[in-house]
């Protein structure tokens, strides 16, 4: 746990400054970065499925409508309160514990990311404490019944998971117009609610460039990471 906890705090650290830098001057790279790395894990969970059915098919479809209506349907707006940091916390460490989810991925579902990085960024010792200890709640109590899911229901849970990720595509779709806006805690306008453009119209609609060729070297470059790090992980 302490190893786990360790590894996920250090890449908080080593990669803060980064993601904070391309969120707020190359989002669509960065967010097709992100959309690579779902897309092959989705693929590679799909991989260990020993046996498909139509139960599995639903599994699949009911963990996709799930997330869809999460991150579409009734965007999450958390704020950065202490009891919200230690919810993600909990929250981040499960899905860290999960194959093939990320939980930098589900704390920026959960927009919960920022204000995470914004605390490594800054050395903040209060927030960066409270999500440590979400992590350990959510690990001392998450790991069993993890564990117990996957022995007795194995394909099932990764087939509903895998559709979980499925759902999440929408949300990180680099093309995006911002509808309506909303003040955060910081003071801060952050968007509220999104609808994804497509590639060839989204200059037209918001006057940005759509950057469609470094959209697709950064999924590229994704995918590659995930796929190469599952063929050495076979060695």
Not at 21 to 43: A, E, K, N, Q, R
Request: glycine share 8%; net charge neutral.
């Amino acid at each position: 746990m302490i190893l786990l906890l360790s590894g996920i705090l250090t890449s908080i650290f080593t990669l803060a400054r980064v993601i904070t830098w391309m969120l707020h001057t190359h989002p669509i790279p960065l967010w097709s970065f992100f959309f690579g790395l779902i897309i092959i894990s989705v693929i590679h969970m799909f991989k260990q499925v020993e046996q498909w059915n139509v139960g599995r098919v639903i599994a699949v479809i009911a963990g996709t409508a799930f997330a869809y209506g999460i991150t579409v349907l009734h965007p999450l707006t958390m704020e950065p309160t202490y009891l919200n940091i230690v919810i993600a916390g909990s929250i981040a460490i499960c899905a860290m514990i999960l194959p093939g989810i990320s939980g930098s991925f589900i704390l920026l579902l959960m927009g919960m990311y920022g204000p995470i990085l914004a605390a490594a960024k800054t050395v903040d010792v209060v927030t960066l404490g409270l999500f440590a200890t979400g992590c350990v709640i959510g690990l001392l109590s998450f790991s069993h019944v993890l564990s117990w899911v996957l022995r007795h229901y194995r394909d099932i849970a990764l087939t509903f998971l895998t559709g979980l990720m499925i759902g999440t595509l929408s949300k990180i779709w680099p093309w995006k117009e911002t509808l309506t806006w909303r003040t955060n805690s910081s003071g801060e306008q952050v968007p509220l609610l999104e609808q994804n453009l497509s590639p060839f119209n989204f200059e037209h609609v918001t006057g940005q460039p759509a950057l469609l060729a470094y959209a697709i070297i950064a999924m590229i470059l994704g995918i590659g990471l995930v796929w190469g790090l599952e063929k050495m992980a076979e060695k």
